[in-house]
């Protein structure tokens, strides 16, 4: 009897550890995303006509193409908006930060052979191939390329991410939305970015850096 009295109060302090956790964990979640909502609402524009102007972009990268094989929609949007700063003129060049970790798999020349062929001269594109994390291709953006003032191209929960990143850094951005995706499309994108927002305030309250950095490049 007393066996089954000890196993049932430990079923409950277990229960109730499951429980307390889970919540804790949803607490977490919702107050990370709430901050850098918050954060990022004043620098995040829609209207291309009403964004400052910086003189470069950070274009962050994304794949080509689907694991199916299919276009990859987010890749389309960010080239297109990136295009249509350029000529609107609020950017005079664009630094394109992305993943080329393994072989045959190449964000920034992906994005660098979109851009070009919508018009945007080569001489005014820079490749950044250490961006394997929006953490290291923000910190990269001054470290590496000289910039503390500049325009980040993404979705929108992205560049909320992004922003947020920059300014726990000490720089001025500003973040123009690319067009987002069908809601079904973006579910697991959405879903993963809550625990991205979770990360980023580990990454910053451990201090994290950039996996490389390297030699500094001058933006002409």
Not at 141 to 157: D, L, R, V
Request: some cysteine.
């Amino acid at each position: 009897m007393k066996k089954l009295i000890k196993s049932s109060k430990w079923a409950r302090r277990i229960k109730w550890s499951i429980l307390t956790g889970t919540i804790l964990i949803f607490a977490v979640i919702v107050c990370a995303n709430y901050a850098v909502r918050h954060t990022a609402k004043a620098f995040i524009y829609q209207n291309i006509d009403s964004i400052p102007q910086n003189k470069a972009g950070l274009l962050l990268g994304t794949s080509k193409l689907l694991r199916s094989g299919l276009p990859n929609q987010y890749f389309q949007n960010r080239i297109q908006a990136t295009v249509d700063l350029y000529k609107a003129g609020k950017i005079e060049v664009v630094v394109i930060s992305g993943d080329n970790s393994r072989e045959g798999y190449n964000e920034p020349e992906d994005m660098k052979s979109e851009l070009m062929l919508r018009g945007i001269p080569e001489d005014k594109i820079y490749l950044d191939y250490a961006g394997f994390r929006t953490l290291d291709s923000v910190v990269r953006m001054e470290k590496i390329f000289g910039q503390k003032s500049f325009t980040i191209i993404s979705q929108k929960f992205h560049n909320q991410r992004a922003i947020y990143i920059a300014y726990a850094k000490g720089l001025q951005v500003v973040g123009y939305n690319a067009e987002d995706v069908n809601a079904y499309s973006g579910f697991k994108t959405q879903l993963r970015e809550k625990f991205a927002r979770v990360k980023l305030f580990l990454d910053l309250w451990t201090g994290k850096n950039p996996k490389f950095l390297g030699e500094p490049v001058i933006i002409q």
